[in-house]
């Protein structure tokens, strides 16, 4: 297999699981590495690290979840923006808002099917290919300046409030990355912030007014129900 076929990690201690995965994921031409425990994953991807994760959250020797989270705080390697996507049980819903205050980019939930699963991996793929260009301010859309007091829709002045703007530099700060209202009403308002689902709804709500003033035909915040909201760029 050519070396620039992009590795998917797969950590999964389920034997059947992982094999079902691993198939699909081989069949659409992607290539495979399974760990079956969480120290193996981590030495793997430290070692070199692919181009996406696809983690299990309970394992023999820990936790998907803390497995990701260890990687975000990890400044000084890629595995910090490593796209991750978390496999979680259906009764672990729990598990699966925490997966994205710990950074994961995208959840399944077990049982997923095989080709639901490619999907998403490719589109984490995508976003991951994308990323690059959002993050250099010259090509984005969106443009916050450096000191973060002001937006530019394609170089036109936003004229946010400060919380929209929060809201702004926030779900920016990783185009596609799925931020829940509690990550998002921490980070904007505050730890002590009173955890009101409507607070954080309601300036998204004049955000994206704001946004489709100077760009009617762009959908740029998408709702993901249940979960919070995420910033998409269109490509290019
Ligand atoms: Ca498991």
Redesign the pocket.
Known sequence: MSTDTPRILLL???PAIAATAAFALQREGLQVEHCMLVHEADASARRAPPAAAVL????PDGNGLDLCRHWRADADTRLSALPVMMLTARSEEIDLVLGLEMGADDYLTKPFSPRELVARVRALLRRAARAPAAASPAASLIRIDADGQRAYFADQPLGLTRLELGLLCELASVPGRIRSREALLAAVWGPLAEPLDRTVDTHIKTLRAKLREHGPELDLIVTHRGLGYSLELPPG
């Not at 299990?56 to 394992?59: C, S």
């Open positions: 999964e201690d389920d299990d959250v309970g394992l």
